[in-house]
Nanobody
Framework: QVQLVESGGGLVQAGGSLRLSCVAS????????MAWFRQAPGKEAEFAAA????????YYADSVKGRFTVSRDNAKNTVWLQMNSLKPEDTAVYYC???????????????WGQGTQVTVSS
């Protein structure tokens, strides 16, 4: 079965950095666009970043552009989210997700990880 396993979350002070990883198994990784969504308490999940399967094009939400970098290595079935200059409003559970095409809405994604908590203190 398909599994997406995130890691790398934690507690960090504002201005700090974290690197999230997501390792996929049970699917042809190179055929999938990989995205990161995040969900803060009491809020709906929101798109953060994505990297496409076709040409590794990257897309970012305006709220993270210039601070976050998404990348992938198809040989390792892994996608990363490098998060710099973190702010308290970045606090959320971060999920990686896989879809056969790029989309901004969670419903378009076929597979999801269990999530990793990121907490940014002020």
């Amino acid at each position: 079965q398909v599994q997406l396993v995130e890691s790398g979350g934690g507690l960090v002070q504002a201005g700090g950095s974290l690197r999230l990883s997501c390792v996929a198994s049970g699917l042809t990784f190179s055929d999938y666009t990989m995205a990161w969504f995040r969900q803060a308490p009491g809020k709906e999940a929101e798109f953060a970043a994505a990297v496409t399967w076709r040409d590794s094009s990257t897309y970012y939400a305006d709220s993270v552009k210039g601070r976050f970098t998404v990348s992938r290595d198809n040989a390792k079935n892994t996608v990363w989210l490098q998060m710099n200059s973190l702010k308290p409003e970045d606090t959320a559970v971060y999920y990686c997700a896989a879809a056969t095409y790029f989309a901004l809405i969670p419903g378009a994604y076929d597979y999801w990880g269990q999530g990793t908590q990121v907490t940014v203190s002020s």
